[in-house]
Nanobody, 118 residues
């Protein structure tokens, strides 16, 4: 089993920045077998969507809407994934969820709210 805990959400003005963190915990074998970690978001009344993900080995993918503004990174020693969000827009307002894939198992954090005021 893998547990994911997000932090770093909050209220920020448009144009501002936030950094989200996602700490993964569990057995050594579980953590070491995670293949992909990522961030999803869900705005009110909308479906959950992929924001960014990082694959073991370092390859990254981003949603078109955040390319050039958001950066996903990881610190393997701390079992933590980060999402640096710059030039935030009101449409970035959502609950941001951390996600991990391990084999056929999918894990989710409880989410952290990001609110961008105009």
């Amino acid at each position: 089993q893998v547990q994911l805990v997000e932090s770093g959400g909050g209220l920020v003005e448009a144009g501002g920045s936030l950094r989200l963190s996602c700490a993964a915990s569990g057995s050594i074998s579980s953590i070491s077998s995670i293949k992909t970690m990522g961030w999803y978001r869900q705005a009110p009344g909308k479906e959950r969507e992929l924001v960014a993900r990082i694959i073991s080995g370092g390859a990254t993918n981003y949603a078109d809407s955040v390319k050039g503004r958001f950066t996903i990174s990881s610190n393997n020693a701390k079992n933590t994934v980060y999402l640096q969000m710059n030039s935030l827009k009101p449409e970035d307002t959502a609950v941001y969820y951390c996600n991990a894939l391990r084999g056929v198992s999918v894990y989710w954090g409880k989410g952290t709210l990001v609110t961008v005021s105009s």
